[in-house]
């Protein structure tokens, strides 16, 4: 009974190949994010969807693709991928993110991406 | 932009110490304040939150209060053990646009027995 699930866990790829990293929640939560967490741990927003509409995009590589099929899944697809891209994504979900809104998000386990 | 900073680690203590983890904020408004948690291999987990001014957070023996005056949320605890080693990172949720979280650049919790 997971709440924030990813796929794969690990996934080490070449450089110039196209992944994809899934992601589904079990919350029935409304939002759901991406975040990427570089080698020095730091960790910043890429994306946020609500109710299947994407909300944020931070300045994001438009190699970076999100989507999102339904309100319970966010997937990130990532094209030519390139050795700064090596890093762990997180998803996140919360049940809203209007205006002043302060709920808790809730993180995936994470998927770390080595590019070689 | 809001921003949050955070005292370097890594913090290297002995079981049953005293500690502080520093955090200040730079923000409009009246942000919420959060202290999440990351253990070994997994994803973060919220620890405690506080959302407008003198409010205290606290859940498994960690505290944090919310000072407005000093723009700081600093996390303790009384007694560590060597389960409370993780990473732990302070973040915020501006009052003004959309709720997205920025984060603190994480500080590395270190207990021996």
């Known amino acids: 009974d997971t709440a924030v699930s990813q796929t794969p866990k690990y996934l080490v790829t070449q450089m110039g190949n196209d992944k994809s990293i899934k992601c589904e929640q079990n919350l029935g939560h409304d939002t759901m994010y991406w975040y990427k967490q570089d080698s020095k741990k730091f960790l910043k927003i890429m994306f946020s969807?609500?109710?299947?509409?994407?909300?944020i995009n931070e300045t994001v590589p438009n190699r970076f693709s999100p989507k999102s099929p339904d309100k319970a899944h966010l997937n990130l697809h990532i094209n030519s991928l390139e050795l700064g891209d090596s890093a762990v994504y997180f998803c996140a979900s919360s049940r809203d993110m209007g205006l002043l809104s302060t709920d808790t998000q809730y993180f995936g386990p994470g998927t770390r991406l080595t590019v070689l | 932009g809001d921003s949050v900073t955070q005292m370097e680690g890594p913090v290297t203590l002995s079981e049953e110490a005293f500690l502080t983890i520093n955090c200040t904020y730079t923000?409009?408004?009246?942000?919420?304040l959060f202290w999440y948690v990351q253990y070994p291999g997994e994803g973060l987990q919220l620890l405690l939150k506080?959302?407008?001014?003198?409010d205290k957070g606290s859940n498994k023996g960690f505290e944090a209060t919310y000072r407005k005056e000093t723009t700081s949320f600093h996390l303790e605890k009384g007694s560590v053990q060597v389960s409370d080693s993780a990473v732990y990172f302070c973040a915020l949720i501006s009052n003004s646009g959309y709720s997205t979280l920025t984060f603190g650049k994480g500080t590395m919790l270190l207990v021996s027995p």
């Open positions: 969807y609500n109710n299947k509409e994407l909300i």
């Open positions: 506080a959302t407008k001014a003198d």
């Open positions: 923000a409009t408004g009246y942000p919420s």
